[in-house]
């Protein structure tokens, strides 16, 4: 358990940061102060456990670095993950729930990158706005289903991608708050798809228009001299919004949000491999070929731009709930249902140890001594991020 500030011998993006000395001039503030935490992170910059094998014939010291805990970082967000996955177990239902995701045109991309917070949260409510409409409509549904909305911004090549996918649940309550399956429809999917979009491309578009109006989405003076083009141009484009066949139920769901939710931008495992010359070579999915596994290989600082673009906003929710998924009194709502359904409510959810965590998910002790191998450690003192030391009482 001796930690070490790289992740062994791998290619990661802290490597590539801890190599790159001048990659700080290339970056703004924002990203500066996301990256820096990256490439310090498990190092002793953050602080570090000092434990003590309790053997006595062995009494090794082992140190365990702390985590930069940014959501940004490839290495941090493991266990956060699953105790996320956990809560939103106790909310899901015994239905089926489907699977949409909604995209804007490339050509608004720079837009969305001089106004990120106002143009994300446009989509958000886009996007829930057009589930929203289908679901009230009797022909389809009547009621208010759950929505998970997770925002992604990058393709596999990692180029910016801005997109919404949407898990919606297969029935909702009434007005009543009673349950109501969905209607079983000709098409296969929840919402006719095509239809969808042709609610979604305008209302984005005006609400798009009126946030330029009142100054909340600035432009550039190109922008503002090209907009009314492009405006033009965006309400006669196909925007693309997909529907996916309908997952089984609470155990695909799960599955799911266990790979897409907590993500970033790129996972240090496809990271191959970094050269001398920090030129990066990692692996990505060509849907354009079938979903072949194909490498490329970018100079570090064309990367590091890359990996930049999807760098949220400060405290800019990525995940948001919808419906009766909604946050308030969500966990009431979601157990009446189940009391309708005359099936069990969910339990409370119970607060399991990191330690526990680690051995459930690798089936190895993390309090087990790396040396000896037999006796536990025992924890000495912790050096917080300011270099405090605080020592352990008996």
Same mark, same amino acid.
């Given at each position: 358990?001796?930690?070490?500030?790289?992740?062994?011998?791998?290619?990661?993006?802290?490597?590539?940061?801890?190599?790159?000395?001048?990659?700080?001039?290339?970056?703004?503030?924002?990203?500066?102060?996301?990256?820096?935490?990256?490439?310090?992170?498990?190092?002793?910059?953050?602080?570090?456990?000092?434990?003590?094998?309790?053997?006595?014939?062995?009494?090794?010291?082992?140190?365990?670095?702390?985590?930069?805990?940014?959501?940004?970082?490839?290495?941090?967000?493991?266990?956060?993950?699953? !105790?996320?996955?956990? @809560?939103?177990? &106790?909310? %899901?239902? #015994?239905? $089926?729930?489907?699977?949409? +995701?909604?995209?804007?045109?490339?050509?608004?991309?720079?837009?969305?990158?001089?106004?990120?917070?106002?143009?994300?949260?446009?989509?958000?409510?886009?996007?829930?706005?057009?589930?929203?409409?289908?679901?009230?409509?009797?022909?389809?549904?009547?009621?208010?289903?759950?929505?998970?909305?997770?925002?992604?911004?990058?393709?596999?090549q990692l180029t910016?991608?801005?997109?919404?996918?949407?898990?919606?649940?297969?029935?909702?309550?009434?007005t009543n708050k009673?349950?109501? !399956?969905?209607?079983? @429809?000709?098409? &296969?999917? %929840?919402? #006719?798809? $095509?239809?969808?979009?042709? +609610?979604?491309?305008?209302?984005?578009?005006?609400?798009?228009?009126?946030?330029?109006?009142?100054?909340?989405?600035?432009?550039?003076?190109?922008?503002?001299?090209?907009?009314?083009?492009?405006?033009?141009?965006?309400?006669?484009?196909?925007?693309?919004?997909?529907?996916?066949?309908?997952?089984?139920?609470?155990?695909?769901?799960?599955?799911?949000?266990?790979?897409?939710?907590h993500k970033v931008?790129?996972?240090?495992?496809?990271?191959?491999?970094?050269?001398?010359?920090?030129?990066?070579?990692?692996?990505?999915?060509?849907?354009?070929?079938?979903?072949?596994?194909?490498?490329?290989?970018?100079?570090?600082?064309?990367?590091?731009?890359?990996?930049?673009?999807?760098?949220?906003?400060?405290?800019?929710?990525?995940?948001?709930?919808?419906?009766?998924?909604?946050?308030?009194?969500?966990?009431?709502?979601?157990?009446?249902?189940?009391?309708?359904?005359?099936?069990?409510?969910?339990?409370?959810?119970?607060?399991?140890?990191?330690?526990?965590?680690?051995?459930?998910?690798?089936?190895?002790?993390?309090?087990?001594?790396?040396?000896?191998?037999?006796?536990?450690?025992?924890?000495?003192?912790?050096?917080?991020?300011?270099?405090?030391?605080?020592?352990?009482?008996?």
């Amino acid at each position: 358990m001796v930690a070490n500030n790289c992740t062994g011998s791998r290619a990661t993006v802290q490597q590539l940061l801890q190599q790159m000395h001048g990659w700080k001039e290339l970056t703004s503030p924002g990203s500066y102060a996301v990256l820096s935490r990256i490439e310090r992170c498990r190092t002793a910059d953050f602080g570090y456990h000092a434990y003590r094998c309790t053997d006595r014939d062995c009494g090794a010291m082992q140190y365990v670095y702390h985590s930069c805990r940014n959501r940004h970082c490839p290495q941090c967000g493991n266990s956060k993950k699953e !105790e996320w996955i956990e @809560a939103r177990m &106790k909310e %899901l239902l #015994p239905v $089926k729930y489907y699977h949409a +995701v909604f995209t804007i045109p490339h050509q608004l991309n720079s837009l969305v990158m001089g106004n990120r917070t106002a143009m994300f949260t446009l989509l958000f409510d886009a996007a829930s706005y057009a589930l929203m409409q289908f679901a009230k409509n009797e022909k389809y549904l009547g009621a208010q289903p759950g929505i998970i909305a997770v925002l992604h911004t990058w393709g596999q090549q990692l180029t910016f991608h801005p997109h919404i996918h949407c898990i919606v649940s297969g029935g909702g309550i009434d007005t009543n708050k009673r349950w109501k !399956e969905a209607v079983k @429809a000709k098409h &296969k999917f %929840l919402f #006719p798809t $095509k239809a969808v979009a042709q +609610v979604y491309r305008p209302y984005f578009l005006k609400q798009l228009q009126q946030q330029i109006d009142k100054g909340i989405i600035t432009m550039t003076k190109e922008q503002h001299r090209d907009w009314l083009t492009l405006r033009t141009a965006l309400y006669a484009m196909d925007w693309i919004v997909d529907f996916r066949e309908p997952m089984g139920g609470p155990a695909q769901v799960l599955e799911y949000l266990g790979r897409y939710t907590h993500k970033v931008a790129i996972s240090n495992h496809r990271i191959k491999r970094i050269d001398m010359d920090s030129n990066v070579t990692f692996e990505y999915k060509d849907y354009t070929d079938d979903g072949r596994k194909k490498s490329m290989t970018l100079p570090g600082e064309e990367f590091l731009r890359r990996y930049e673009q999807h760098i949220l906003p400060p405290r800019f929710c990525k995940i948001r709930h919808y419906g009766y998924l909604g946050n308030y009194k969500r966990k009431e709502r979601v157990n009446e249902i189940l009391q309708q359904m005359d099936k069990p409510q969910h339990a409370q959810q119970a607060q399991v140890s990191m330690a526990i965590r680690m051995i459930e998910k690798f089936g190895t002790d993390t309090m087990l001594c790396s040396r000896c191998k037999k006796a536990k450690l025992e924890l000495l003192y912790v050096v917080d991020i300011k270099g405090i030391k605080k020592v352990q009482r008996e």
